[in-house]
């Protein structure tokens, strides 16, 4: 079982970042906030609303408040970078064609990106795709946007870029947000709360500072990142019994 007794608050307005190693569970949670893998047990509330108990009308009217930028940007390659902006809004049939073109130019503009509309995500680099998925992200003006890993693969001056500009989004849009990530520098700079996963349950929740000095040993091990420590014991003690 992934996500076992999990429970976690995600104030409106702010950005939660949920970190934990690989394999706990982190992406799966942000795909059941959106309803794309249902638990087998428990309660999602959207504004007081369980989505587990919805059909898939309902669901489908609850998604459209989300947007999400995908670890690895996921444009399409077939599409430029216009088209991939566009896409949810002509998707959704939001605007007339004129205006897309007017939306696509300004989400752009908001991710620091102007004039690229015509080149395609081959062309682009991993930092200015990363912006692009922003861009096609925000693009619907949803009010809860979704962080999968959005710094993994930038480099240190890049990675900084995209923090500034969720913090931005943040600020200017008023979304909520919940960032997936393992990035810690990035987690305490964009963060509102941080919420620690392990084993399937949500073992801290609390401010940057509040986690940066944490007496559980756990959360010390993760975020302070040393090899030694209760996270690491089981899997030493296998090494050891396979290895006699």
């Known amino acids: 079982m992934v996500l076992d007794g999990l429970e976690l608050t995600v104030p409106r307005g702010k950005n939660t970042v949920v970190i934990g190693g690989s394999g706990t569970g982190k992406s799966v949670l ?6 794309l893998l249902r638990p087998d047990a428990g309660e999602i509330r ?47 049939k939001m605007y007339p064609e ?10 752009l503009s908001m991710v620091g990106l102007r004039d690229i509309q015509r080149l395609m995500p081959a ?9 692009v998925g922003l861009a096609r992200a925000i693009a619907s003006e949803p009010d809860i946007l979704l962080y999968d890993e959005p710094t993994t693969g930038l480099d240190p001056i890049m990675a900084d870029v995209i923090n500034d500009l969720i913090i931005s989004l943040r600020e200017t849009l008023g979304v909520t947000s919940i960032t997936i990530t393992h990035d810690m520098a990035s987690a305490y700079k964009i963060a509102d709360q941080i919420a620690m996963l392990y084993k399937g349950k949500i073992v801290e929740v609390g401010t940057p500072e509040e986690i940066r000095t944490t007496s559980n040993p756990v ?20 090494v050891r019994f396979v290895n006699r």
């Not at 942000?30 to 309803?35: D, L, S």
């Open 123 to 131: 062309e682009l680099s991993g930092g200015m795709k990363k912006r």
């Open 30 to 35: 942000i795909k059941c906030a959106v309803g």
């Open 46 to 92: 959207i504004d007081g609303q369980d989505i587990l108990r919805m059909d898939e009308r309902e669901l489908v009217r609850v998604r459209r408040r989300f947007g999400m930028l995908f670890q690895g940007a996921a444009l399409f390659d077939s599409m430029d970078v216009g088209e991939n902006v566009a896409f949810v809004l002509r998707r959704l």
């Open 98 to 107: 004129a205006q897309i073109r007017e939306v696509v130019e300004e989400k």
């Open 219 to 238: 959360v010390a091990q993760f975020v302070q990142g040393r090899a030694h420590g209760p996270i690491t014991d089981e899997s030493e003690e296998f």
